[in-house]
């Protein structure tokens, strides 16, 4: 089966090379599989610390561009695991998933992808408070065109 490693030019790194052999993204087939996305620049420095709302839209804007690499787009995701740092109470939390939802939204088609959440203790850096990991079947169409 064919595959391909999905490592977009520009895309957002680790900041040691201990994790230089990890991918950003495979496509196996006809299926492609990002790794987890998260909201860093090109140095491995955290973008926007402790803002949901705007690390949840860097992480769709890294998601598509993995995507993207492979002949895929959001419009091909089906299914989507996230995980997230909430510290706070039942209102906070409630606040917080509501700014991720209304970050996320504009991403997606309707009917979106299925989604699991899982609350986590912390990411890998400190201010990380979103991580996406998303699995996609790339259209027939766009998948002969690549």
């Given amino acids: 089966m064919e595959r391909q490693r999905l490592m977009p030019d520009g895309h957002w ?3 040691t090379g201990a994790y230089s052999t990890l991918s950003q993204g495979w496509r196996v087939g006809e299926l ?3 790794g987890g996305q998260v909201a860093l ?3 491995g420095e955290v973008l926007f610390p402790g803002d949901v709302a705007r690390q949840t839209t860097i992480v769709y804007q890294n998601i598509e561009k993995v995507l993207s690499e492979a002949g895929a787009s959001l419009r091909d995701v089906f299914k989507i ?4 740092v909430c510290h ?3 209102t906070e939390l409630t606040a917080f998933w509501e700014a991720m939802a209304t ?4 991403f997606f088609p309707d009917p979106g992808p299925c989604g699991t959440g ?3 203790e912390g990411l890998v850096y400190a201010g990380l408070v979103i991580e996406v990991e998303a699995i996609a079947v790339r259209s027939a169409a766009r998948a002969r065109s690549s």
């Fill in 103 to 106: 970050a996320r939204k504009p």
């Fill in 118 to 120: 899982v609350r986590v």
């Fill in 41 to 43: 620049d090109q140095s």
């Fill in 32 to 34: 492609v599989f990002t």
């Fill in 81 to 84: 695991n996230s995980f997230y």
């Fill in 88 to 90: 706070g109470d039942e």
């Fill in 13 to 15: 790194t680790w900041r």
